[in-house]
């Protein structure tokens, strides 16, 4: 779950991941966003920290363009499944703030679109595992 590629692929709106030189779990980012009527091109950073293989990391994206800027932070956990020991449960904590154009939203319509791109994230990371066929990331 550390791979650059596979991360790329599960970050929704994601247009381009580079590694950054000399820190081997951080990258540039071109990220797209749309929701409502506001769409936005981010340039930023993707970044893992706090690991702890193969049980957890942290995944925070910071970045901003179109007079918006987007950060958000997730401690991501994995941990055997106590009653079937070959699956995985996942667990996740995290935070987002989004300002310039976004700020307009009502915090309803903002915490909706956090948990999309948060499924969205997860479940497009589940299908690459499980299409993987192991799991050699985490």
């Known amino acids: 779950m550390t791979d650059p590629d596979t991360v790329a692929k599960a970050i929704p709106g994601v247009q381009s991941l580079t590694p950054i030189p000399g820190e081997s779990l951080a990258w540039?980012?071109?990220?797209?966003?749309?929701?409502?009527?506001?769409?936005?091109?981010?340039?930023?950073?993707?970044?893992m920290s706090e690991l702890s293989a193969p049980s957890q990391?942290?995944?925070?994206?910071?970045?901003?363009?179109?007079?918006?800027?987007?950060?958000?932070?997730?401690?991501?956990t994995l941990q055997p499944d106590p009653e079937n020991p070959i699956f995985t449960d996942l667990t996740y904590t995290g935070t987002a703030t989004m300002t310039g154009k976004f700020e307009a939203a009502p915090p309803a319509i903002v915490k909706s679109v956090v948990m999309m791109i948060a499924r969205q994230f997860f479940g497009t990371l589940a299908r690459q595992l499980r299409s993987d066929g192991e799991n050699d990331y985490a």
């Open 28 to 47: 540039s980012a071109r990220i797209s966003l749309a929701f409502i009527a506001i769409n936005a091109e981010f340039g930023g950073e993707v970044r």
């Open 57 to 76: 990391y942290r995944l925070t994206v910071s970045g901003g363009g179109d007079e918006s800027r987007i950060t958000g932070s997730a401690l991501i």
